[in-house]
């Protein structure tokens, strides 16, 4: 197998979930002991979400980008980001790779392109909902992207950042995200995007009425079915 690494704690909580699901992957398509070569660097997410509110958009990337020129060092075949919003640095990341960096987007978005779905609606942070970054990764795989007014986007980061980031599931936040994702839905959303990699915690496919798709997971998938090859 082809070893992947992984840059994480953004947050610690779904970085865990990353580790179990590939490990998963690897048991379940060559089963007995078979587990996942991997090598992790975890940052301190207190220190990210800083760079992010403050705009230190380009420290931020040089930063990542310097983990991942070292995970390759250090014997990594592929580079998976285990996060959605920084994910906004990749052009910045992948230019100092001579390795393919896998990215979470387009993960998601085959996805949903092979179960024949075109309208989504996306939940996650409030860049990855506001800003073109993401929404136009989307919209190459000729995705039609619908996002949640203002007051809804403010409530879904707050959630993220100030309770799903520090391992806490509140039932007010997931009717709170029942609400928006049917608000979605009856704005002609086909399918949601769990589009945080924290929003698994919370809630899934039994808290709407259409298709979900876990960015989390599939990201985890995809990156387990390249170690396998």
């Not at 998963?24 to 090598?39: C, F, M, N, Q, Y």
């Not at 989504?120 to 970054?133: N, Q, R, W």
Request: glycine content about 6%; proline content about 3%.
């Amino acid at each position: 197998m082809r070893t992947i690494g992984l840059i994480g704690g953004m947050s610690w909580e779904s970085t865990a979930l990353y580790y179990k699901l590939i490990n998963e992957r690897v048991r379940d398509r060559l089963g007995k002991l078979h587990s996942a070569p991997l090598l992790l660097y975890s940052y301190d997410f207190q220190e990210i979400k800083q760079m992010q509110y403050a705009g230190r958009w380009q420290e931020a990337a040089s930063s990542l980008a310097e983990v991942a020129r070292r995970l390759e060092s250090a014997g990594a075949r592929a580079i998976v980001l285990c996060t959605n919003t920084m994910h906004k640095l990749a052009p910045e990341i992948t230019s100092k790779l001579t390795i393919p960096f896998i990215h979470i987007g387009d993960a998601t978005a085959e996805r949903i392109r092979a179960k024949g779905y075109r309208r989504v609606g996306l939940l996650g942070t409030k860049f990855t909902m506001e800003e073109d970054f993401y929404i136009e990764r989307l919209r190459a795989h000729d995705l039609d992207v619908l996002v949640p007014p203002a007051d809804a986007r403010a409530d879904v980061n707050r959630i993220i950042y100030d309770e799903l980031c520090l391992g806490v599931t509140a039932e007010p936040s997931r009717r709170r995200y029942q609400d928006v994702m049917a608000a979605l839905v009856a704005s002609g959303a086909e399918c949601i995007i769990l589009g945080c990699t924290e929003i698994t915690m919370l809630v899934g496919q039994g808290d709407t009425t259409v298709e979900t798709f876990d960015t989390t997971a599939i990201h985890a998938e995809t990156a387990a079915d390249f170690a396998i090859g």
